[in-house]
C-alpha cells in the first residue's frame, strides 16, 4: 500500500510537471510571434485559394505587426471588401490612399467602399481633381462610372467621353461603360453605337454581344464599328 501511495504521488508529481511544461511552451509561442515570413505566405495562400477569413485574418496581422507597408493595408483591405466589411476596407484605404494617392488599385476601391457606403459627399470633386491631376484615362474612366452610380448622368457622359479619347479608342472599357450610360438614359441608339465599337475591340466581349443580340441585330465582324476615338491615335 505505501508503495502504491508513493506511486501515484510520483505519477501526479510528473504530471505536474509535464502541464507546467507545456504550459511554459505555450506561453513562450504567445510571446514569440510566427516568423512574418510564414504569415505572408498563409496569408498569400489563403487568398489564392478563396479563403478570405483566414486571409483578412492573416493581412490583418501583417498591418499590425509593419504597418507602414502600403501593400498590407491594400490586401486587407481587398479581403475586407470581398467579405462585404466596407467600413473595415474603407479605414485601410484611406491610409493607403494618403501614403500612394497615385495608386490606381487603392483609389478603385476606395471609391467603390464609398459608393458602397452611401458617402457620396464630396466624391466626384475628388475623383475629377485625380483625373485633372493625373490625367489617365482610367482616372477620368472612374470618374464617369462614379457619376453614373450617383444618378448624374449628364456629367458622367463628358467624364467618359474624355476618357475614350485620353485612350485613343484602344481599350474596351470606355466604350462599354459609355454604352451602359446611353442604355440607362434611354439613349437606343447611341447605347447599340457604343456596343458595336466594343464589339470592334474585342468581338468575344459578352456584355457587347448579348446586347447587340438584344436589338435583333448579329454580332458578326461585319456589324463592328471602329471607335469615334481612334482617329486620335498617335
Known amino acids: 500500500m505505501t508503495r502504491t501511495g508513493t506511486s501515484d504521488r510520483s505519477w501526479v508529481a510528473r504530471a505536474a510537471w509535464t502541464i507546467a511544461g507545456l504550459g511554459a511552451v505555450w506561453l513562450a509561442g504567445c510571446q514569440n510571434p510566427r516568423p512574418i515570413v510564414l504569415v505572408?505566405?498563409?496569408?498569400a495562400e489563403a487568398w489564392d485559394r478563396g479563403d478570405m477569413v483566414l486571409a483578412e485574418q492573416e493581412y490583418a496581422e501583417l498591418v499590425d505587426?509593419?504597418?507602414?507597408?502600403?501593400?498590407?493595408?491594400?490586401?486587407?483591405?481587398?479581403?475586407r471588401a470581398a467579405l462585404g466589411d466596407w467600413a473595415g476596407a474603407r479605414d485601410q484605404l484611406d491610409i493607403a490612399y494618403?501614403?500612394?494617392?497615385?495608386?490606381?488599385?487603392?483609389?478603385d476601391l476606395l471609391t467603390e467602399a464609398r459608393?458602397?457606403?452611401?458617402?457620396?459627399?464630396?466624391?466626384?470633386?475628388?475623383?475629377?481633381?485625380?483625373?485633372?491631376?493625373?490625367?489617365?484615362?482610367?482616372?477620368?474612366?472612374?470618374?464617369?462610372e462614379a457619376l453614373r452610380r450617383t444618378g448624374d448622368l449628364d456629367a458622367a457622359e463628358p467624364a467618359l467621353i474624355t476618357a475614350a479619347r485620353l485612350d485613343s479608342g484602344r481599350s474596351l472599357r470606355p466604350q462599354l461603360a459609355l454604352a451602359e450610360?446611353?442604355?440607362?438614359?434611354?439613349?437606343?441608339?447611341r447605347a447599340l453605337e457604343r456596343y458595336r465599337m466594343a464589339l470592334y475591340l474585342d468581338p468575344s466581349s459578352g456584355a457587347a454581344r448579348d446586347a447587340i443580340r438584344a436589338t435583333g441585330e448579329i454580332p458578326g465582324p461585319t456589324f463592328a464599328l471602329v471607335p469615334?476615338?481612334?482617329d486620335l491615335a498617335d
Do not use: C, F, K
Request: hydrophobic residues 40%.
Open 40 to 43: 505572408e505566405q498563409s496569408a
Open 65 to 79: 505587426r509593419r504597418p507602414a507597408r502600403v501593400s498590407d493595408r491594400l490586401m486587407l483591405g481587398r479581403a
Open 98 to 107: 494618403t501614403i500612394y494617392p497615385e495608386d490606381s488599385e487603392v483609389l
Open 115 to 144: 459608393l458602397q457606403l452611401g458617402d457620396t459627399d464630396g466624391l466626384a470633386e475628388e475623383l475629377r481633381l485625380a483625373a485633372r491631376t493625373l490625367g489617365r484615362w482610367t482616372d477620368w474612366l472612374r470618374l464617369g
Open 181 to 189: 450610360l446611353y442604355e440607362e438614359a434611354g439613349d437606343a441608339e
Open 228 to 230: 469615334a476615338e481612334a
